[in-house]
C-alpha cells in the first residue's frame, strides 16, 4: 500500500502570512495531484506536476514535486480567508494496472484569519 | 459544478441497515470511482469502474457492493451498517482512466448516518 503523509494536519495563520503543507511518501509516484476541498463540497483539483523537480505556479500558490518523485509541497504567499479549506495530495500509482486510482494523503486543514 | 451528482446528500439509517448510494458522473466521463471520508481525514479509496466493469478495488469491505449500470451510472450498496460506516462517501468521474493524469471530478457526497 502507498501511503501519503501529509503535514501539518492543522494550521490557523493569521491573513497576509506565508505557509507550505508537505506531502511525503516513501513511494515513488508517477504524478501528484493537490486538491483543495470546502465544507459540503467534494475536492476540487488545483494542480497536477508529474516531472521530477516540477514547479508550478498558481497565482499565489507555488507547487514542487520533489526530484525523486516521492514528495510534494505547496507554499501560499499572502494567504487569505478565502484560500481556508481542506487541502489534500494525491498520488497515482507507477503500476500501469492501477488505472487511474488515486492515493490521498490525510489532508491539510488551513484556516486564514481575517 | 463538477457535473458529478450524488443522491441522497444525507442518510441516517440504523445498524445493521443496507443503503444504496447512486452516482451520475460528468456526461461524457466514463469511469467511475467511489471514495470514503470518515472525519477529518482524507480519502479512501474504495472502488473504480470503466465502462460497466470493475477496473481498480481498494480498501472496499465485503459487506459493500458497487456496480455500473449500461447508462454509465453507479451505486454504492452499503449493507449490515455497523457505526464505523458513518462517513463522507464521495464519487468521482474521468473520462478514460489510461489518461493516466486526467483529473477527477468529484460529485459533493453523500453523508451517512448510522446510529
Known amino acids: 500500500t502507498q501511503l501519503l503523509e501529509q503535514s501539518p494536519q492543522f494550521l490557523s495563520i493569521q491573513e497576509g502570512e506565508n505557509l507550505t503543507v508537505y506531502c511525503n511518501s516513501s513511494s515513488v509516484f508517477s504524478s501528484l495531484q493537490w486538491y483543495r476541498q470546502e465544507p459540503g463540497e467534494g475536492p476540487v483539483l488545483l494542480v497536477t506536476v508529474v516531472t521530477g523537480g516540477e514547479v508550478k505556479k498558481l497565482k499565489r500558490l507555488t507547487f514542487q514535486f520533489g526530484d525523486a518523485r516521492k514528495d510534494s509541497s505547496l507554499h501560499i504567499t499572502a494567504a487569505q480567508p478565502g484560500d481556508t479549506g481542506l487541502y489534500l495530495c494525491?498520488?497515482?500509482?507507477?503500476?500501469?494496472?492501477?488505472?487511474?486510482?488515486?492515493?490521498f494523503g490525510g489532508g491539510t486543514r488551513l484556516m486564514v484569519k481575517p | 459544478d463538477s457535473g458529478v451528482t450524488q443522491t441522497p446528500k444525507h442518510l441516517i439509517t440504523a445498524t445493521g441497515q443496507r443503503v444504496t448510494l447512486r452516482c451520475s458522473p460528468r456526461s461524457g466521463d466514463l469511469s467511475v470511482y467511489w471514495y470514503q471520508q470518515s472525519l477529518d481525514q482524507g480519502l479512501q479509496f474504495l472502488i473504480q469502474y470503466y465502462n460497466g466493469e470493475e477496473r481498480a478495488k481498494g480498501n472496499i469491505l465485503e459487506r459493500f457492493s458497487a456496480q455500473q449500470f449500461p447508462d454509465l451510472h453507479s451505486e454504492l450498496n452499503l449493507s449490515s451498517l455497523e457505526l464505523g460506516d458513518s462517513a463522507l462517501y464521495f464519487c468521482?468521474?474521468?473520462?478514460?482512466?489510461?489518461?493516466?493524469?486526467?483529473?477527477?471530478?468529484f460529485g459533493n457526497g453523500t453523508r451517512l448516518t448510522v446510529t
Open positions: 468521482a468521474s474521468s473520462f478514460n482512466p489510461r489518461q493516466r493524469n486526467s483529473p477527477l471530478h
Open positions: 494525491a498520488g497515482r500509482s507507477m503500476n500501469n494496472n492501477a488505472g487511474n486510482m488515486l492515493t
